[in-house]
């Protein structure tokens, strides 16, 4: 069977710099990720530095300023133009299509040098020189320690710290469906490697913005229950932004809350952006529903039971259609 490792190790040892970017309104997953590659390179004298397309979020940005990682922020405005001259490579992780990287497309898509995806998604687009996807990982944070591991870079404290992020983000902490034996046995190792569980608890969860909660009691206000409690639907609209003086990372995790009732079966969450850009649909699922297979007849995607969808009309429309077509779903 043959290394999926090596294609990437080969193609990053070529280089003397590299560009680290991952997925829009990055996730923990996503940071954690960024930070622990580009950490991982350093260690092997490659350089290397991240590109955000949406700002650093406050709830994440501790592995950035604690691990001193260098980072490129366009969310306001892109470069111009962009150096991209100063990278050897192009490595995305925890995304594999366009739609997650605005803005990146018409820069890159014909510079001749490796595009590299990393990535746990089931949708996947075709455009990168080299992947690395595997979708049973329950983080992208999995992937990359693999590959660190099979690079011969040690894990220390920093490196660990940014792993143990990611993985905790998309497993809940361990509680979510995604959690195999092996994501329990990689946790260990990274304690042993020098993770502070108790801080970093404190700083994922016991860290909330007021303006956060605010917004939290807002979208539970608006909880509908459809198709006999099998459907929960939730809306959280710009004057809630304003209002709150909340911002859209802190919807992060609202979707999970409904899942809690014992009959819901789909969780949806219906986003109006604060400033611009389109409505935003989060899906979860406990598993009755393949959500990554129903966001693709929206453009969207994501894994079975977590996937999302962007779509340019009205919040009503948004929400009508999509809510229409998952009563369907759901019989």
């Known amino acids: 069977m043959p290394d999926p490792y090596s294609p990437v190790i080969e193609k990053l040892s070529a280089c003397h710099r590299v560009l680290v970017t991952t997925h829009v309104r990055p996730d923990g997953d996503a940071l954690g990720s960024v930070a622990a590659i580009i950490l991982g390179l350093k260690k092997v004298g490659i350089d290397a530095e991240a590109l955000l397309l949406s700002h650093l979020p406050r709830k994440y940005a501790f592995i950035f300023n604690d691990y001193k990682i260098p980072f490129i922020d366009v969310e306001q405005a892109w470069p111009d133009p962009f150096p991209l001259e100063r990278f050897d490579a192009l490595l995305v992780v925890d995304t594999g299509t366009w739609s997650q990287l605005p803005g990146l497309k018409e820069r890159v898509?014909?510079?001749?040098?490796?595009?590299?995806?990393?990535?746990?998604?089931?949708?996947?687009?075709?455009?990168?020189?080299?992947?690395?996807?595997?979708?049973?990982?329950?983080a992208a944070g999995e992937i990359v320690a693999e590959l660190l591991e099979h690079w011969k870079i040690p894990f220390d404290s920093a490196i660990a710290t940014a792993l143990y992020l990611a993985i905790t983000s998309d497993t809940g902490w361990f509680q979510f469906a995604n959690t195999r034996p092996h994501t329990l046995r990689m946790a260990a190792d990274l304690m042993e490697a020098g993770v502070d569980t108790i801080r970093l608890y404190e700083l994922l969860y016991q860290n909330e913005r007021p303006e956060r909660v605010a917004l939290q009691a807002r979208a539970l206000q608006s909880l509908e229950l459809l198709a006999d409690g099998r459907l929960a639907v939730m809306r959280v609209y710009k004057k809630d932004f304003q209002e709150t003086r909340a911002n859209v990372p802190d919807t992060e995790n609202l979707i999970n809350l409904p899942l809690q009732v014992g009959s819901v079966q789909v969780s949806v969450l219906v986003t109006e952006p604060g400033d611009f850009g389109p409505v935003r649909i989060s899906l979860r699922s406990k598993g009755q529903l393949d959500v990554a297979k129903f966001a693709e007849q929206f453009g969207g995607g994501g894994h079975a039971r977590a996937a999302g969808l962007k779509m340019e009309v009205p919040m009503q429309q948004a929400h009508d259609q999509v809510v229409a077509e998952l009563l369907r779903a759901l019989g």
């Open 109 to 138: 898509e014909n510079w001749p040098k490796p595009k590299i995806v990393v990535d746990h998604h089931l949708t996947q687009e075709s455009w990168a020189d080299v992947k690395l996807v595997d979708t049973q990982a329950a």
